[in-house]
C-alpha cells in the first residue's frame, strides 16, 4: 500500500509526548486561511519554485519532458499548468525548486520512522501522523498505525476531525492519542476562515470522548480573526465537557506559509499578519486556563 508522504520530521518534540518522528501526509479537506503547511492541502505531489533563488541556468528545461520550464528574455519561467509534479526536473545543486510530496509504503515509512527507536524508549516517545489530514489517505494511515503498533510504538494523530466518523472510530483501535485540531467555536466564522462548517468536527470529538479515546485540543490562535473572550470560552467549555482529554495546546499563529504560498504560485490571505508577542501568547493561555481545570500549554 502506498500513500502521499511530504514530509518525516525526526526528533519532533511538539507533537505528542517525548521525542517523535512525524510523518507528515498530503490531501486535506480544509482550507484554512493561516495553514503552516499549504503544501499539503493537494494530495498529489506538487513543485515549489522559488523565483527568488532561480539563476537561469536552464538545465531543468533539458530534463522536463512536459514543456514545464523555458528561458524568456534571459528569465526562467514555471509554467505550472502544465507541470504534472514528477519532480524530473529538480537536481540536487539547483536551489530553486523542490518536491512536496512523493509515493512511499507504508513499510519504506516505518523503516524510516523505526531509526530512532532507541529515542523512543527512552524518552515514552513513537510515532505521530500529520498532513493535511491523515483521514483524508484513510487506508494509508490506517495501514501505517497497524505496522506501528506491531513495533509496539506509541502513536498519535493530529487530524481537524472533519470526516466520516466510522474512519475516526476504526483508527482509534490503534491510536494512544489524537491531537484534535479545535479552530473556532463559532460556526459561521469556522465555515469562514476553513471552508468548513465545524458542526461535523465537535460531533465527531465528543464521540470520540464517549468512547474513551484520549484526545488533546490543538487550538490555534490567529490574531484578529479567533483570538476573542467568546472563542476562549469556547475552548475552555469543550475542555471541560470532555471526560477524556488530557489538556489544551495553544498554538500561536506564525506566518511560514506566506513563503510556501508563494513557491506554490497561490495567494496568502494572512500576509500582513505577525508573530504575536510572548506575553500576548501568555494573555491567551491565562484567560483560557482560568476557565478550566484542565491543563493550558503553548504547543
Sequence with gaps: MT??????????????????????????????????????????????????????????????????????????????????GCGACIQPSCPALELAGKKMTAEEVIEEVMKDEAFYKTSNGGMTISGGEPMAQFEFTLE???????????????TCGYCDFEKLERAAEYVDIFLYDYKETDDALHQKFTGVSNKRIHDNLRKLDKMGAKTVLRCPIIPTLNDREDHFAGIAAMANELTHVMGVDVEPYHPLGSSKCTKLGREYELAELKFPESETVKSWIATIAEKTDKEVRKA
Design 144 to 158: 501505517l498505525l497497524k505496522l506501528a503498533k506491531e513495533n509496539r510504538l506509541h502513536t498519535c494523530i493530529e
Design 3 to 84: 500513500g502521499c508522504v511530504f514530509n518525516i520530521q525526526r526528533f519532533s518534540i511538539n507533537d505528542g509526548p517525548g521525542i517523535r518522528t512525524t510523518v507528515f501526509l498530503k490531501g486535506c479537506p480544509l482550507r484554512c486561511l493561516w495553514c503552516h503547511n499549504p503544501e499539503s492541502a493537494r494530495a498529489v505531489p506538487e513543485l515549489l519554485y522559488d523565483e527568488e533563488r532561480c539563476v537561469s541556468c536552464g538545465r531543468c528545461i533539458t530534463r522536463c519532458e512536459h514543456g514545464g520550464h523555458e528561458i524568456l528574455d534571459l528569465k526562467h519561467h514555471f509554467k505550472r499548468d502544465v507541470c504534472i
